[in-house]
Structures are given as C-alpha cells and as structure tokens.
C-alpha cells in the first residue's frame, strides 16, 4: 500500500498569512494527487486534483504543485473560512489512501 | 446540482449487519464509478470501496474485504453498501463519493454525500 505523510499535524497561522501543507507519497505516484478541505461536522470538499489543478468554484488562493512523491498545498492568503483540516490523497493505484490530515487553526 | 444522501446508519450490535444506501441525483449515475469512504471519530478519512458505472468491477479495502459488498442500482440512481459482521472498529461516519469517471480508475472524489454514522456496540 501507498502511504501518505502529511506534514505539518497542525498548524496555527492568521487571517492574511501564506501557509504550506506537504505530503509524501511512500513511492512515486506521478501527479495523481487530490487535496480536500474538511470544516467541523462537515463533508469533505474537493479542492485540487492532479496535484495541481483547481476543482471548479474554489478561490485561486489555493494552489497545488508537486509530482513523484512530494507534494505541496499553499493558500497564498488565509481567509477565516479557511480554518480547517485539509487532506491529501493518492489516487495512483489501490488501495485509495490519505494522509493523516492537517488541522489549520486560528493563531 | 449533484445531491448524494446517504441512510441506513445506526447502532448495531458487534457481529451484526447493516446496509446503507446513497441516493444520487443531478448526473447520470451510471456514468460515474461511486465510492464509500469512512471517518472514525475524531479521526482522519479511511477509503472503503468503490464500484464501477457498470458494476463491473470492485474494490476493496483490506479492512473490510470479506464483510463488506458494494453495489448500486443504476435504475433507482442508488448506491449501496452491506455491511455484515461488524466490529467496534467500523464505527464511523460513512460517505459515499462520487468519483470523475466510469472505470474506478485514476479517479479522485469529486462529491461528497454529508454521510451516516454507524455505531456498532452492545
């Protein structure tokens, strides 16, 4: 199975900072990478897929790069509605697997 | 506007069965694979299963290969998963997804149902 290594675990950043999430893949998985948003009780969301490309309706504050086994999500300038836990996912072979999350919180 | 809502969750005793049920509307369901994906509480997201548009092929988490059947009916736009001898460690919220194309293949979630919790304890 393909692991997925989040870093960092958590994270506490303000309204306007740039921040970085990674994630690893234990061996390469080309570009076929999604990142999703998840708030508190709620669905996860789809933001990019292909490691890089944006789901439709999301803000271009987000971006994503990345190919083989390392991965970035940045959003250039938190919003408040950002506050939340995001994770990635490899969609390169079976079993599906995601990385153990990101929680953003409010510094 | 795509909808996927998920029932059939509850409390089971461990050993018991259970099947959920994801109601889609807003695509043409039989074009796209579906997946159900799990989030124990507290807990980060654990993939299940996913089938095919055609139900042709299945795919199986470890986990639950076995207990667990995938299914969908593609005239009533319903996707389904049996869940038979449950454990403690299947309680979770369960979502079902819709996935971006018909083979299950190189796909990633595109939508999500706002999911059902299954508690299995006596």
């Known amino acids: 199975d393909i692991q997925m290594t989040q870093s960092p675990s958590s994270l506490s950043a303000s309204v306007g900072d740039r921040v970085?999430?990674?994630c690893r893949a234990s061996q390469s998985i080309s570009s076929w990478l999604?990142?999703?948003?998840?708030?508190?009780?709620?669905?996860p969301t789809s933001l990019i897929f292909g490691a890089s490309a944006l789901q439709t309706g999301v803000p271009s504050r987000f971006s994503g790069s990345g190919s083989g086994t390392d991965f970035t999500l940045t959003i250039s300038s938190l919003q408040p509605e950002d506050f939340a836990t995001y994770y990635c996912q490899?969609?390169?072979?079976?079993?599906?697997t995601f990385g153990q999350g990101t929680k953003l919180e409010i510094k | 506007e795509v909808q996927l809502v998920e029932s059939g969750g509850g409390l089971v005793q461990p050993g018991g069965s259970l099947r959920l049920s994801c109601a889609a509307s807003g695509f043409t369901f039989s074009n796209y694979a579906m997946s159900w994906v799990r989030q124990a509480p507290g807990k980060g997201l654990e993939w299940v299963s996913t089938i095919s548009g055609s139900s042709g092929d299945t795919y199986y988490a470890d986990s639950v290969k076995g207990r667990f059947t995938i299914s969908r009916d593609n005239s009533r736009n319903t996707l389904y998963l049996q869940m038979n001898s449950l454990r403690a460690e299947d309680t979770a919220v369960?979502?079902?997804?819709?996935?971006?194309?018909s083979s299950g293949y190189y796909t990633y979630f595109d939508f999500w149902g706002q999911g059902t919790l299954v508690t299995v304890s006596s």
Not at chain 1, 90 to 96: A, D, E, G, M, V
């Open chain 1, 20 to 22: 970085t999430i990674t």
């Open chain 1, 34 to 43: 999604a990142w999703y948003q998840q708030k508190p009780e709620k669905a």
């Open chain 1, 90 to 96: 490899q969609y390169s072979s079976y079993p599906y």
């Open chain 2, 94 to 101: 369960f979502y079902c997804a819709k996935e971006v194309s």
